[in-house]
């Protein structure tokens, strides 16, 4: 389809007059804010830093005056934002902002912004759950959760959906909730977009579902897009493959939540004959990066928050290197983090041959509880090629899924969801698979299940590290 002829349908709120659309305020605002990022993608790098700084200036000044939690942390005099060497560096120098902080502060309402200026509407509140740990509190206003909508549109316009179709949605993580065979149907694609835009039906599953239901509960949608996270979609593509089943109208799948990694891309593209369209995001703080329209890597969303990528010593990565990912969301003034370290990892790009000023991030890498611990301290990601997953499913009998933990420094446990469970010679198989591809220390120890299960928050991830910091 010609991205010019996209249906974009917008719906009168005024009486009387049904084109051009004339939304109401919310829907007009977020119009607004759409009508800037049509632009703003497009500038050069420096005068998007230059606008960003303006916006930053303008929080960092909120919560030392709004914020318990930054009244001393935070320096009174700041920078002109014009001055770019002053203001970064007075930027760098600012602390950290770690997990533990925020629940530490959150005991006493300390990170809560005592007001909100005038348009920024009424505090509202989420739980991220998080694979391990305790939950943290992230508090939002109504005007970030427009800023919040913007984006979900913006994702949209990027990847030139017709929103009239059906969108197809395996996430719902509650149990009982969306459950198989009917799942839950709604008119409009959610509260991002009905208000304003005209769109199409919104079909949901719940996670848990077996591939097998799930799969027909697809083909019985018939949808236009599927959303899920990327560990679903390519089971769910490989069943279909497999089966010999097919979604007709099917134009783009999309990922969120989990690691999209190059297999799983590479399975959902073959089996469906679509694209697969990745999102960054996290519940805290939004999205992070949305995937080029013409690239498989990400463009960072300064114009909703600033990301820094640093390396253990602190210093910005540059393109080619891998560090830690610090968020700072530009437009939450009810709970500001500054400099928030939200425990992801993430590769630096060159600029975009699209011409988008917007930051490039190459690959997102997932939590750092994602990495493997050696004896000595050290961490080190353990990706596992598709030489390193043909090893392993040469080991076992027919699998579907596997997880490993590491649950001591020298210990890893695998699990694995096979048709039937593994023989002595075959469990010394994957002994030894283990062994070569994580290093001959470690005891490993193996369980075979039918389905692995996910996370509270259904989230499955393929290599989780469950040793204690400075155990
Ligand atoms: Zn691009």
Known sequence: MDR???PLGIISATPGVVWPALPDAPGAALLAILFQLEQSQWWPAERLELAQRRQLSALLAHARDRVPFYRDRLPRGWPDSADAKAWEAAWRSLPVLRREEIQAADDSEAMLADALPPGHGEYREVFT?????????????QLWELVWSAFT???HLWHRRDLTGTLAVIRESGAGKAAYPQGDMQRGWGFSSAGVFETGRLASLNVATPVEQQLEWLVRQDPDYVLSHPS???R??????????RLPRLRQAMTIAETLRPDARQAIEAAWNVTVADVYSTREAGYLALQCPDHPHYHVQSEGLRVEVVGEDGQACVPGETGRVLVTPLHNLAMPLIRYDIGDAAEVGPPCPCGRGLPVLTRILGRRQNMLRLPGGERRWPLLSSGDLAGLMEAVPPMRQYRIAQKALDHLHVALAVARPPTAEEEAAVIAWARRKFGAGF?????AMAELPRSAAGKFEDF?????EGG
């Open 4 to 6: 010019r002829t996209t």
């Open 443 to 447: 005891r490993v120890t193996i369980e």
């Open 464 to 468: 989780v590290c469950e040793v204690p």
């Open 129 to 141: 759950s998080g694979s391990t740990g305790r939950p943290i509190r992230g508090v939002r206003s």
């Open 236 to 245: 769910l593509a490989t069943a279909s493959r497999d089966a010999g089943l």
């Open 232 to 234: 679903i979609l390519a």
């Open 153 to 155: 549109i913006r994702d």
